[in-house]
């Protein structure tokens, strides 16, 4: 009965990862690639060794339903692009039969190519967690195609977590969505439209203070992002540590904090155990779920979790993906956009 009716997605389903990736063609054969026949790429074909549901593996990469480097197309398919080692690239990536097939172009197209199966987390290992409450077990029943993504790119993910710093997701998804189609390059290859590379680092340090104003980023943020694109190829460098080391190289960083570490190694490293600290909803969220609790702070959050030390991050996801939230009671975060002001 898991698969047979799919959940909806909820502000917080989606936050855990629920990205809806339309069916396809009949049989699970992706057809109608737009644009297809326009330049060809290079292609992997790789096999998972257990299910695999693209919307909840690559669906934390997405950052907001109007992203330029992330789509999801009729066919089936997503189409991510990255700024590779190599140079910019576009991915596009789809499943049939049971085989995950990746088509890739631009510079970065082979390095996109050969990370294929760690994207799609083949380095992750979900027969590690083990349930310990009814509703993170129902969850993992549901969505057995979870696995833990891993791009082997830190500022991907670091410069859109410190754009989501101390405001709403709708605030931060379009500050990423203006600047990367204004300041970005168009993505490789036959690419949805619209889509677009992520700027270089020397790009985003050249951006003028009223684009970031423009964009509704004030001067803190954008600060913390020109001291990280100075020093980028040094945080790069921390994709070969543990975890536990890539971020506190990370928060050498002014203005990268516990949150948006966590943020990035769980999509950079795959790493299963880095909790998110510094929430403004998640506590509440984790504590409603396992204890009843909508008032949870950080240390209760992390009391509650304890029992899945090693994999308390995908804990999170699966509580959050579960759909289950204490009842509004108060009004959401009010919504600034400096750009006005």
Request: a positive charge.
């Amino acid at each position: 009965m898991s698969g047979r009716f799919a959940p909806r997605p909820t502000r917080t389903t989606v936050r855990g990862g629920h990205v809806v990736v339309p069916g396809g063609t009949p049989g699970g054969v992706p057809g109608g690639v737009p644009h297809q026949g326009a330049e060809p790429g290079r292609v992997r074909t790789w096999t998972p060794d257990g299910p695999l549901d693209l919307g909840l593996v690559l669906g934390p990469l997405r950052r907001g339903p109007g992203d330029p480097t992330f789509r999801t197309t009729p066919d089936g398919s997503v189409w991510r692009t990255s700024r590779t080692p190599a140079g910019p690239g576009t991915l596009r990536v789809a499943l049939g039969g049971g085989v995950a097939r990746g088509t890739a172009w631009g510079p970065g197209a082979a390095w996109l190519l050969d990370r294929l199966p760690d994207l799609l987390g083949a380095a992750d290992d979900p027969g590690a967690f083990e349930p310990r409450h009814r509703l993170v077990a129902l969850a993992r029943h549901r969505r057995p195609g979870l696995r833990l993504v891993r791009t082997g790119l830190v500022m991907e993910s670091l410069i859109p977590s410190v754009l989501e710093q101390k405001v709403t997701t709708d605030e931060a998804y379009r500050a990423w969505r203006l600047l990367v189609r204004k300041f970005g390059e168009p993505a490789p290859g036959p690419a949805p439209e619209r889509m677009y590379v992520m700027p270089a680092p020397r790009t985003w340090a050249l951006i003028p203070s009223w684009e970031w104003h423009r964009a509704g980023v004030d001067d803190k943020r954008a600060a913390t992002i020109l001291r990280a694109v100075r020093v980028a190829a040094r945080l790069e460098e921390a994709v070969g540590f543990d975890p536990v080391r890539a971020r506190e190289r990370l928060e050498l960083v002014p203005g990268v904090g516990p949150w948006t570490s966590a943020e990035v190694v769980q999509r950079s490293h795959g790493s299963a155990d880095s909790v998110t600290v510094g929430d403004l909803h998640l506590p509440g969220i984790v504590g409603w779920a396992l204890a009843g609790d909508r008032d949870a702070d950080d240390s209760v959050m992390l009391e509650l979790l304890e029992p899945y030390a090693g994999q308390r991050h995908r804990a999170a996801r699966l509580i959050l993906l579960s759909g289950r939230t204490p009842p509004r009671r108060t009004p959401k975060m009010p919504r600034t956009d400096i750009g006005l002001l």
